[in-house]
């Protein structure tokens, strides 16, 4: 009710109580220049003291996340250029590889060109004495079929002709007679 006694007292042009009185949203005038002076003193040491410590650590700060990130670039490029060199090892380690594998390859086919070649030799060698030792063991037969014909001949001539040949001058030239026609028989056929 009091709200609308104040209405009609305000609508008469009557004054309002407290209506001279200092308001309560706006402070007194004194209370506003001791606040400002406050501030202002405040603000400089504000300004003095406690800025240029914050922008030193702040200062700080910055130049340890820049150096880390720095040591973290270096750390980077480090490791990439040990990679690029482990790379670089490995190709040269695996071209080594290679070479040494042709190498192996090479002195393989030279071997085995040289095992190839004493296997030859060898068997050259051993068909050479083969030949030799039939050769050998041929002129033995032929020489003992000689003999063995040439009795056979003598007692044949003798047996036909009914006298013994006694003569070896005789005995020789009829051998010799009968195995060059055997020689002749057999070179003709």
Sequence with gaps: MTNV?????????AELPLEGEPSILLPPMYDV???????VVVFILFWKFVLPKFQEVL???EDRIKGGIERAEVAQAEAKAALEKNNAELAEARAEAAEIREAARARGKEIEAEARANAEAESRRIVEAGEKQLLASREQVVSELRTEMGQNSITLAERLLG?????????SSTIDDFLAELDSVSTRK
Excluded: M, P, Q
């Design 5 to 13: 006694t104040e209405f009609i007292v305000a609508a008469e042009g």
């Design 33 to 39: 220049v001791w606040s400002l002076v406050v501030f």
């Design 59 to 61: 200062a700080e700060r």
């Design 163 to 171: 006298t013994e040949l006694s003569d070896t001058t005789r005995r």
